[in-house]
């Protein structure tokens, strides 16, 4: 079992920048991938970043050189560093983790970010 919970988040203007933090908690040792998603009103929910147990990283293309996301192996968090923010970048950011002895990931609670124009 994967306990994830998530802090940061919030109202930000246009332009603004905002740190998401996800911990791990449980068998943190059995997680391939770790990363972000996102889900805005009325659509999908949607990857934004995520890391491999390798340090891999990979970033959806509409958020490359505005965020950035990176892990501190020590405390087992993941952080999703964000700049340059947009209206469009509102939504509910969810953590997710995908560990190697489950098909299902596991989801934090989800916070929300709200980018005013």
């Known amino acids: 079992q994967v306990q994830l919970v998530q802090s940061g988040g919030g109202l930000v203007q246009a332009g603004g920048s905002l740190r998401l933090s996800c911990a791990a908690y449980g068998s943190t040792f059995n997680i391939k991938t770790i990363g972000w998603y996102r889900q805005a009103p009325g659509k999908q929910r949607e990857v934004v970043a995520t890391?491999?147990?390798?340090?891999?990283?990979n970033h959806a293309d509409s958020v490359k050189g505005r965020f950035t996301i990176s892990r501190d192996n020590a405390k087992d968090t993941v952080y999703l560093q964000m700049h340059s923010l947009e209206p469009e970048d509102t939504a509910i950011y969810y953590c997710?983790?995908?560990?190697?002895?489950?098909?299902?990931?596991?989801w934090g609670r989800g916070t929300q970010v709200t980018v005013s124009s």
């Open positions: 890391i491999t147990s390798g340090g891999t990283t």
């Open positions: 997710g983790a995908q560990t190697v002895d489950r098909a299902s990931p596991y």
